[in-house]
């Protein structure tokens, strides 16, 4: 029995080119999902936005309630009405890009985030250090804005020997690192959990002997309930990526108050 049950791997990350093969454009399943969720994306906000109504409706409701989500929640919360506002764009973006990205994880016939591999969460890390460092040397000086950053006021210097290499890697590399891996790591996760409670029910009911069908029963009531809280995890990544970007901005904004 179980040298015929195939549960997920790695593999699935990696699968065989499906254009391009050869060249430097190859596209594979996975870049295909991903320039599928993006057009969905820009088409649903193309069609929520065409021709707004003052009482919005359907797609446009939608569409607003997500921004006021976005700017109530995060970017005013977090950087205050004037600078919320002066940098919802770029944070909107980040939070609406992991979204849709991560919600063809539990598409059916995509069954799975592009995110979950690391090309895509590397840009939009890149996309959050990018802005929040060109913030703090547009406003103090690269010099000012990175000794702020990693100088640590009041304390003795010896031990600035041992605080500015810690200071130095938690703001300039680990940030960037930690976005990457948070988003990239939970969605392969949720992938491969989805795919084994999903694979096991198939196993179960199609390919299994008579008195092991019933386990499949259990397999697919846990990738259901399995599947609801991935679902709550696609949304609480799209929102703890932008939040944590809001944040880096600040800190960015207010260097010199270490």
Do not use: C
């Not at 040397?137 to 605080?163: N, R």
Request: zero cysteines.
């Amino acid at each position: 029995m179980a040298a015929e049950f195939h549960p997920p791997s790695l593999a699935d990350f990696f699968p065989p080119a499906v254009l391009f093969e050869g060249t430097p454009f190859e596209l594979d399943r996975l870049m295909l999902i991903r320039i599928l969720m993006t057009v969905v994306l820009l088409a649903f906000f193309a069609i929520a936005m065409r021709s707004p109504k003052l009482v919005p409706r359907g797609a446009q409701n939608v569409a607003e309630m997500g921004l006021g989500f976005v700017k109530n929640q995060i970017t005013d919360e977090v950087l205050g009405k004037e600078q919320g506002k002066r940098f919802l764009p770029v944070i909107a973006t980040i939070f609406f890009a992991v979204l849709f990205l991560n919600a063809s994880g539990i598409i059916p016939f995509l069954n799975i985030s592009s995110n979950a591999r690391i090309g895509m969460p590397i840009v939009l890390a890149a996309l959050a250090y990018i802005t929040f460092n060109y913030v703090g040397i547009k406003k103090y000086g690269f010099f000012k804005y990175v000794k702020s950053s990693i100088v640590v006021p009041g304390v003795p210097v010896a031990l600035h020997v041992l605080l500015i290499p810690i200071e130095f890697v938690s703001t300039f590399i680990l940030r960037p690192f930690t976005l990457t891996v948070r988003l990239m790591a939970n969605m392969l996760a949720g992938h491969i959990m989805l795919v084994l409670f999903f694979s096991a029910t198939q196993f179960f009911f199609f390919e299994a002997a008579a008195g092991m069908k019933i386990f499949g029963v259990f397999s697919l009531a846990a990738g259901f309930g399995f599947t609801l809280f991935e679902m709550l995890v696609i949304f609480l990544q799209a929102y703890v990526f932008a939040l944590l970007t809001a944040v880096y901005i600040d800190l960015a904004l207010h260097a010199d108050s270490h």
